[in-house]
T-cell receptor, first 109, second 116 residues
């Protein structure tokens, strides 16, 4: 079956760095997305990886290893507004998104 | 660009009534739209995939006669929850397929449905 695993909850300190891991098992693979979702709001796009390696975008970076079925989202210089759920989603061979349950990130002052 | 709107933002209705939710792509044509449901503290659950001009494809366990989807144009898809019951109370989110090569989905702001 298809499956996405990511931690349920993480806590970090303002100004610090946090890495949110995601492992996936899908029927075929056409890329991996990271979305941010604040409570009561719809997800917003953060990143997309389809090739191995690190993609950097400001304070956020995303990494992919296709051979390991693994990705991570790295958030630097954490701000209080980064408190949200972070959703990992893999695009399968039918171009359907398979969603993880999300990681709730709590930022403490 | 790539803005998706949803209307209404929230709705409260009595049990047994029907509720229609609209999803519009404002600045691009979306041949494919997706409808999700999200219960508190859970991830998105895909309900159906809607292609313009054809019948929606429903996920297993989603009743197509209860959740009517119409995708009449390239910019509008509607979800009608028929004979709503309290267990249908949820956050309903639509998304539209992006134009990028990597099939990014652009999400609407969501509709909070509460059935009394």
């Amino acid at each position: 079956g298809q499956n996405i695993d990511q931690p349920t909850e993480m806590t970090a300190t303002e100004g610090a760095i946090v890495q949110i891991n995601c492992t996936y098992q899908t029927s075929g693979f056409n890329g991996l997305f990271w979305y941010q979702q604040h409570a009561g709001e719809a997800p917003t796009f953060l990143s997309y990886n389809v090739l191995d390696g690190l993609e950097e975008k400001g304070r956020f970076s995303s990494f992919l290893s296709r051979s390991k079925g693994y990705s991570y989202l790295l958030l630097k210089e954490l701000q209080m507004k980064d408190s949200a759920s972070y959703l990992c989603a893999a695009l399968d061979s039918n171009y359907q998104l398979i969603w993880g349950a999300g990681t709730k990130l709590i930022i403490k002052p | 660009g790539a803005v998706v709107s949803q209307h209404p933002s929230w709705v409260i209705c009595k049990s047994g009534t029907s509720v229609k939710i609209e999803c519009r792509s404002l600045d691009f044509q979306a041949t494919t739209m997706f409808w999700y449901r999200q219960f508190p503290k859970q991830s998105l659950m895909l309900m159906a995939t809607s292609n313009e001009g054809s019948k929606a494809t429903y996920e297993q366990g989603v009743e197509k006669d209860k959740f009517l989807i119409n995708h009449a144009s390239l910019t509008l898809s509607t979800l009608t929850v028929t004979s709503a019951h309290p267990e249908d109370s949820s956050f309903y989110i639509c998304s539209a397929q992006g134009l990028a090569d990597y099939n990014e989905q652009f999400f609407g702001p969501g509709t909070r449905l509460t059935v009394l």
